[in-house]
């Protein structure tokens, strides 16, 4: 008896002791289908913006318009990029897509006075301002859709008067080297860091070029030129 009932308590306090150390689980609270979140938004909710025209306007010819002037007196071909430099002043690439008057650098100043910047071109393909001085620009000359091609890297000062760097109709194909022996095929985009390197999207070449300004010279930064031979042999570029 004294057995059983030592058995018996003692049941009784393992019981105990499980049931006070559970944890009670609580039950998750059911969530009305028709009662969204309150911080919830529509799936297609967009933010509250305003899109106003600042220059250029819509024009009944099909080539656009070439025309300097103030807000939407000034007409466009084609404008492409933008960059802005730090007195807040625009570039904007006129590439003039079905003519041959426009492939120039447009600038609008903060009070909406656009005027051309630089022209002399052949095809414009990107531009980016120093981050050093905030003003001088560099821009791509690809000619992609015209011959003869030029594929020319090009600073612009702040008056618009151009300097070749390196590149050229002469100098089209893919070698690394001196910024006068340098070739590129196609360059299509370009962007400067803060040390005042430039790196080139040279597209011919499926290549990112680096051309450092203070040594004055051009490599390879990543992706190699297609070798046709090389590529269907198989074979790996390293």
């Keep these: 008896m004294k057995i059983k009932s030592l058995i018996s308590n003692t049941g009784v306090i393992l019981l105990l002791s499980i049931l006070t150390a559970c944890p009670k689980v609580e039950p998750e609270p059911t969530l009305d289908p028709k009662q969204a979140p309150v911080d919830s938004a529509p799936i297609n909710a967009y933010p509250t913006v305003t899109v106003s025209t600042v220059a250029g306007r819509n024009s009944q010819n099909i080539n656009g318009g070439f025309v300097d002037g103030k807000g939407q007196d000034a007409q466009f071909k084609y404008p492409g990029q933008i960059a802005i430099d730090k007195f807040d002043n625009l570039y904007i690439i006129d590439q003039g897509m079905f003519s041959d008057d426009a492939k120039v650098i447009r600038k609008m100043d903060p009070a909406g006075n656009v005027t051309t910047f630089a022209s002399g071109f052949t095809s414009v393909a990107d531009i980016c301002i120093d981050p050093r001085d905030g003003t001088t620009l560099y821009a791509v000359d690809d000619a992609y859709y015209w011959s003869p091609r030029v594929c020319a890297i090009y600073r612009i000062d702040a008056s618009g008067q151009k300097t070749k760097i390196t590149g050229g109709p002469d100098r089209i194909g893919y ?40 040594t004055g010279i051009v490599s390879t930064l990543a992706g190699h030129p297609f070798d046709i031979n090389t590529q269907y042999s198989g074979n790996l570029l390293n």
């Design 175 to 214: 070698k690394d080297g001196s910024l006068a022996e340098a070739m590129f095929k196609l360059p299509s985009g370009i962007a400067m860091d803060k040390a005042g390197n430039l790196y080139v999207a040279d597209a011919g070449n499926y290549c990112v070029r680096k051309i450092n300004l203070t």
